[in-house]
């Protein structure tokens, strides 16, 4: 089993669409989480860490469950500008793993 | 702030050659990690650093060779090249260490497209 597992999509949605993407990772004891976004051909950037409590960012929420070992990001409103790679990322004992990426593509 | 640069860009080298990935940053970053991205892949750390003249092994390290003598280079290595190091190589680097309670964003740079023939 993966480390961190991303469902990779693609997800097409229009503009204007709320879409839902997940993350699941093995290790129990994983300090801290994170999601980056990677634009094509482009290095990964921090999109925001997630908190146990959840954590919203403008049109992005990001939320943790320990117990299930299971991190989401949400997007509302998406917009053309968030078509990118979305990677799930864990620090498992100081070494930052990442998923595969999920690859969302808003249209007009 | 110029960030994270490396150079070169993009690579191709052949079976057995070797070569030096360079990596920079200015932020004065005492943390610097490299990792290899294959296609349709997550990123995966071949070595990382806690400061200069201190390196360590990251999940891939077998083929690559770091060192860490200022706090701003932080060159990758490789003396043999084989096919299977065909990939996208980032260097990153983050001003406070792993496990550090979600505040320890990595700054990446924009990565060197390595092709071994």
């Known amino acids: 089993r993966k480390e961190v597992e991303q469902d990779p999509g693609p997800f097409n949605v229009p503009e204007g669409a709320t879409v839902a993407f997940n993350c699941t990772y093995s290790?129990?004891?994983?300090?801290?989480f994170f999601w980056y976004r990677q634009d094509c051909r482009k290095e990964p950037k921090l999109l925001m860490s997630v908190y146990s409590s959840g954590n919203e960012d403008g049109r992005f929420t990001a939320q943790l469950n320990r117990a299930s070992q299971y991190i989401s990001l949400l997007i509302r409103d998406s917009k053309l500008s968030d078509s990118a790679t979305y990677l799930c990322?864990?620090?498992?004992?100081?070494?930052?793993?990442f998923g595969a990426g999920t690859r969302l593509t808003v249209k007009p | 702030n110029a960030g994270v640069t490396q150079t070169p860009k993009f690579r191709i080298l052949k079976i057995g050659q070797s070569m030096t990935l360079q990596c920079a940053q200015d932020m004065n970053h005492n943390y610097m990690y490299w990792y290899r991205q294959d296609p349709g892949m997550g990123l995966k750390l071949i070595y990382y650093?806690?400061?200069?003249?201190?390196?360590d092994k990251g999940e891939v390290p077998n083929g690559y060779n770091v060192s860490r003598s200022t706090t701003e280079d932080f060159p990758l290595r490789l003396e043999l090249a084989a096919p299977s190091q065909t990939s996208v190589y980032f260097c990153?680097?983050?001003?406070?260490?792993?496990?550090?309670?979600?505040?320890?964003?990595?700054?990446f740079g924009p990565g060197t497209r390595l092709l071994v023939l």
């Open positions: 990153a680097s983050s001003l406070v260490g792993l496990g550090s309670s979600g505040q320890e964003t990595q700054y």
């Open positions: 650093s806690v400061g200069a003249g201190i390196t």
């Open positions: 290790n129990s004891a994983s300090q801290s």
């Open positions: 990322v864990v620090n498992v004992f100081n070494d930052m793993r």
